[in-house]
C-alpha cells in the first residue's frame, strides 16, 4: 500500500493541467494523479488530450481523463487537488473541495488576494504560509501568483534588502503558452507584438508588492516600493523574458548585488523534491537570457524549467537594470503549484488519510 498522499488534477487536459500530469506523474510524496476534466475531455487518455511539446509521462500516457464533482473526488479518499481550471470557473470548485477537507493547491486566480490565503512563491514568501489555519483545522487553499509575477519577484527578493528600491519597473515580453491552449490566434502575433494583455500589468503590479511584502499575523502588509509594469505577447512557444529597472536608495557595489544573486537559496535544506537549487542563475553572456536556450533551466532533473535565469546586470548607481527568464507554464504554472504543495507537505499542513479509493 503506497504511502504517498491521494491527488488529482483539475482541469488535466488543459496546457497547465497536462504540466502538472508531468511532474506528478512519478512523484515521490503525491500518488499518481486522477485526471479530471470536463465533458469534452472525459474519455479521451492524456496522450490523445496531449498539448505540450515534450511527448507524455509514460507512466500516465494511457490514463483516461474523468469527470469528478467535489463530493465524488471526497468519496474517492482524494487529498490533494492541484487547479488548472480556468478562472472564472475555478473559484466554486475549489472552495468546494476546501469545505470537504482537500488541500487545494491552484494555479487559477479566482482566490488569490484573499485574505486567509497564501499568495506563495517558497524560496520567497514562505512564511506567509502562516496565513493559513492551524494545521488539522481545515484543509489548506494555497495560490501561485500570475506567471510573470513569479520570475520578477525571485530575483527581487535577495536584491530588496541590498538596493531598498524608491521604485520598481518591469516590461515583460510574455509567451504564447501563458494564454493557454489553442492561446494566441496566429493572424494575430504573426509578424507582430500585442501590446495589451488583459488585466495583466495590474496584476503583476498588485501581486508583487503583496508576495514581497511583511507577514504581521494573519494579514500582509504589501512592500512599498510601487511597482510599474508593461506587459506584451510574443511569438514564443514557452519563457517569459523580462525586462527590470530599479531605483536604489542604498549603493553597495556590482560584486555584492551578482553574489545576492548568486547565493540565494532560503530553501537549502527542506529537501523539497522540485526546488531548483540554486533558484536563480545569472549568466555572463551579453545575449542571455533566451527562451529557446534557458527556458529548462534548474536542476535537479525534476527541476527542470524551475530555476530563473538572470542575465545582462547593468549597476549605473542609482539604476539597476537585468533580465530574467522563467518558464511560464511550469515555475510560473504547474510547477508552481507543486512546490507549494511540497513546502506545505514538509511543515506538516498536509497529512495523510488512507490510500485512494478504486472510482
Same mark, same amino acid.
Request: aromatic residues 6%.
Given at each position: 500500500?503506497?504511502?504517498?498522499?491521494?491527488?488529482? *488534477?483539475?482541469?488535466?487536459?488543459?496546457?497547465?493541467?497536462?504540466?502538472?500530469? #508531468?511532474?506528478?506523474?512519478?512523484?515521490?510524496?503525491?500518488?499518481?494523479?486522477?485526471?479530471?476534466?470536463?465533458?469534452?475531455?472525459?474519455?479521451?487518455?492524456?496522450?490523445?488530450?496531449?498539448?505540450?511539446?515534450?511527448?507524455?509521462?509514460?507512466?500516465?500516457?494511457?490514463?483516461? *481523463?474523468?469527470?469528478?464533482?467535489?463530493?465524488?473526488? !471526497?468519496?474517492?479518499?482524494?487529498? +490533494?487537488?492541484?487547479?488548472?481550471?480556468?478562472?472564472?470557473?475555478?473559484?466554486? +470548485?475549489?472552495?468546494?473541495?476546501?469545505?470537504?477537507? *482537500?488541500?487545494?493547491?491552484?494555479?487559477?486566480?479566482?482566490?488569490?488576494?484573499?485574505?486567509?490565503v497564501p499568495l506563495l512563491v517558497p524560496e520567497v514568501?514562505?512564511?506567509?504560509?502562516?496565513?493559513?489555519?492551524?494545521?488539522?483545522? /481545515?484543509?489548506?487553499?494555497?495560490?501561485?501568483?500570475?506567471?510573470?509575477?513569479?520570475?520578477?519577484?525571485?530575483?527581487?527578493?535577495?536584491?530588496?534588502?541590498?538596493?531598498?528600491?524608491e521604485w520598481i519597473a518591469v516590461s515583460s515580453y510574455q509567451a504564447l503558452s501563458g494564454a493557454g491552449?489553442?492561446?494566441?490566434?496566429?493572424?494575430?502575433?504573426?509578424?507582430?507584438?500585442?501590446?495589451?494583455?488583459?488585466?495583466?500589468?495590474?496584476?503583476?503590479?498588485? !501581486?508583487?508588492?503583496? *508576495?514581497?511584502?511583511? /507577514?504581521?499575523?494573519?494579514?500582509?502588509?504589501?512592500?512599498?516600493?510601487?511597482?510599474?509594469?508593461?506587459?506584451?505577447?510574443?511569438?514564443?512557444?514557452?519563457?517569459?523574458?523580462?525586462?527590470?529597472?530599479?531605483?536604489?536608495?542604498?549603493?553597495?557595489?556590482? !560584486?555584492?548585488?551578482?553574489?545576492?544573486? !548568486?547565493?540565494?537559496?532560503?530553501?537549502?535544506?527542506?529537501?523539497?523534491?522540485?526546488?531548483?537549487?540554486?533558484?536563480?542563475?545569472?549568466?555572463?553572456?551579453?545575449?542571455?537570457?533566451?527562451?529557446?536556450?534557458?527556458?529548462?533551466?534548474?536542476?535537479?532533473?525534476?527541476?527542470?524549467?524551475?530555476?530563473?535565469?538572470?542575465?545582462?546586470?547593468?549597476?549605473?548607481?542609482?539604476?539597476?537594470?537585468?533580465?530574467?527568464?522563467?518558464?511560464?507554464?511550469?515555475?510560473?504554472?504547474?510547477?508552481?503549484?507543486?512546490?507549494?504543495?511540497?513546502?506545505?507537505?514538509? #511543515?506538516?499542513?498536509?497529512?495523510?488519510?488512507?490510500?485512494?479509493?478504486?472510482?
Open positions: 500500500m503506497s504511502d504517498k498522499l491521494p491527488c488529482a *488534477i483539475l482541469g488535466a487536459s488543459g496546457y497547465i493541467g497536462q504540466h502538472f500530469a #508531468r511532474l506528478l506523474a512519478d512523484h515521490p510524496w503525491f500518488d499518481t494523479p486522477l485526471l479530471v476534466g470536463t465533458d469534452r475531455s472525459a474519455g479521451k487518455t492524456l496522450e490523445e488530450a496531449w498539448h505540450p511539446a515534450e511527448e507524455p509521462p509514460s507512466a500516465l500516457a494511457g490514463e483516461r *481523463i474523468v469527470e469528478a464533482t467535489p463530493a465524488r473526488l !471526497e468519496k474517492l479518499g482524494v487529498r +490533494i487537488v492541484f487547479g488548472a481550471i480556468p478562472s472564472g470557473l475555478a473559484g466554486p +470548485i475549489e472552495t468546494e473541495c476546501v469545505r470537504r477537507g *482537500i488541500a487545494v493547491f491552484t494555479n487559477t486566480a479566482d482566490h488569490r488576494m484573499e485574505p486567509g514568501n514562505a512564511d506567509h504560509l502562516g496565513l493559513l489555519p492551524s494545521p488539522g483545522t /481545515r484543509a489548506p487553499l494555497v495560490t501561485n501568483p500570475n506567471c510573470t509575477t513569479t520570475g520578477l519577484v525571485l530575483p527581487l527578493a535577495p536584491l530588496l534588502p541590498l538596493l531598498r528600491p491552449f489553442p492561446g494566441v490566434a496566429s493572424l494575430s502575433v504573426t509578424d507582430n507584438v500585442v501590446p495589451y494583455i488583459p488585466k495583466e500589468e495590474e496584476k503583476v503590479e498588485q !501581486e508583487a508588492a503583496y *508576495i514581497l511584502g511583511s /507577514r504581521r499575523g494573519k494579514r500582509v502588509e504589501s512592500a512599498a516600493a510601487p511597482f510599474l509594469a508593461q506587459c506584451v505577447r510574443v511569438a514564443v512557444r514557452d519563457g517569459h523574458l523580462e525586462a527590470v529597472t530599479l531605483k536604489a536608495r542604498k549603493t553597495p557595489s556590482l !560584486e555584492e548585488i551578482v553574489g545576492a544573486l !548568486e547565493h540565494f537559496d532560503p530553501l537549502r535544506g527542506e529537501g523539497l523534491p522540485t526546488a531548483p537549487r540554486p533558484p536563480i542563475l545569472v549568466t555572463r553572456q551579453p545575449d542571455r537570457p533566451q527562451p529557446l536556450r534557458d527556458r529548462w533551466a534548474g536542476t535537479p532533473a525534476r527541476a527542470r524549467g524551475m530555476a530563473a535565469v538572470v542575465g545582462r546586470i547593468r549597476w549605473q548607481p542609482p539604476y539597476l537594470r537585468f533580465f530574467v527568464l522563467t518558464h511560464n507554464a511550469v515555475r510560473g504554472g504547474a510547477g508552481g503549484s507543486v512546490i507549494n504543495a511540497e513546502l506545505a507537505y514538509h #511543515r506538516g499542513y498536509l497529512a495523510p488519510r488512507g490510500p485512494r479509493k478504486t472510482r
